[in-house]
């Protein structure tokens, strides 16, 4: 990426950052939990589609020693603005191709030029909604409103299709439309300001606190080790639990994978995967949904 320029969606390839122009001190913050993550991230950044196969190991392999707890960041407020290139949605298009083939995760970036989202904010709001019915399923929520971004090419930015991700996933539709027009606004407002507070200046950033409210800070797409790094760090005393790479196994978890998730879950080398896959496909086991920039599988 040429243009460095700080702008909330050119994400930077080098840094792995969908970067944000203002930071501060990074202050600790209490927990309970043996380590609990603090992740700041968006449903529209695409670094953070990007690291979905490492945060998705981790969750695996140290999932009994971590508490994950997702806050939105406020990526794109709305398009009032024009910096690093980019002033209207058309700029974003072939940037979200090109970290598409970078991470090696599908993403279309035809949506700004078919559908463009005018902000971030109705999404993360929703999600917000989404905890407080149901924390788990907010986060299949979080991942519902993702594919549909950045593989179907749907603007996440309209109810229409926060409804239909939320019914996916098993969410009360009507609580969450009223929690979304109401106590999710104030809950948004609460992760922006804890974000200030904690400096937090791009997505994905992950704060893991220890026992203490010791925070280390990763920011940024890094490889798996960096996160593994951290978790130590925080918890030298930390086992880690083998994962069963079997497909049956990996799809039984995850309904949905990328091929590069099932690389990184599996173990498997990542040129072997697209054949092994779809082979599986083949015999019916998994649907392949392909798009011009990656494939998704689903266990059917």
């Known amino acids: 990426m040429e243009n460095k320029t700080q702008n909330p969606l050119l994400c930077d390839i080098e840094t792995g950052m969908c970067e944000m122009p203002d930071s501060a001190t990074t202050v600790a913050v209490q927990t309970v939990s043996p380590v609990k ?32 707890e997702y806050r939105m960041g406020g990526l794109l407020p709305d398009w009032s603005y024009n910096s690093g290139g980019i002033s209207k ?4 298009a072939h940037h979200w191709d090109e970290v598409s083939l970078h991470y090696d995760m599908p993403i279309d970036g035809d949506v700004w030029l078919e559908d463009p989202l005018d902000s971030s904010y ?27 971004v950045f593989l179907h090419k749907k603007n996440i930015a309209k109810w229409e299709h926060l409804a239909t991700a939320a019914q996916t996933v098993g969410l009360d539709l009507e609580q969450l439309k009223t929690d979304y027009q109401g106590k999710a606004k104030t809950l948004f407002q609460a992760d922006l300001a804890l974000g200030k507070q904690l400096g937090v200046r791009g997505f994905p950033t992950m704060f893991f606190v220890d026992s203490q409210g010791r925070p280390e800070k990763v920011y940024g797409s890094k490889p798996y080790i960096a996160y593994e790094d951290a978790l130590q760090k925080q918890l030298p005393s930390v086992k ?6 079997t497909w049956e196994s990996l799809f039984s978890v ?11 879950l599996s173990g498997r080398k990542r040129q072997e995967v697209d054949s092994y896959l779809q082979h599986l496909a083949d015999g019916g086991k998994l649907r392949k ?4 920039n990656g494939v998704l599988w689903i266990r059917q």
């Open 289 to 292: 949904i392909t798009t011009k």
């Open 89 to 92: 949605p058309s700029d974003v």
């Open 122 to 148: 109705p999404a993360s709001i929703a999600f917000k909604a989404a905890q407080l019915q149901d924390p788990h399923k907010a986060v299949l929520f979080l991942r519902e409103m993702r594919e549909m």
């Open 240 to 245: 880690k639990t083998a994962i069963d790479p």
């Open 254 to 264: 995850y309904h949905t994978l990328t091929s590069r998730e099932f690389a990184e």
């Open 37 to 68: 993550i603090i992740y700041f991230t968006d449903p529209i950044c695409s670094s953070c589609w990007g690291i979905e196969p490492q945060l998705r190991k981790l969750k695996l392999e140290y999932g009994k020693s971590i508490e994950l």
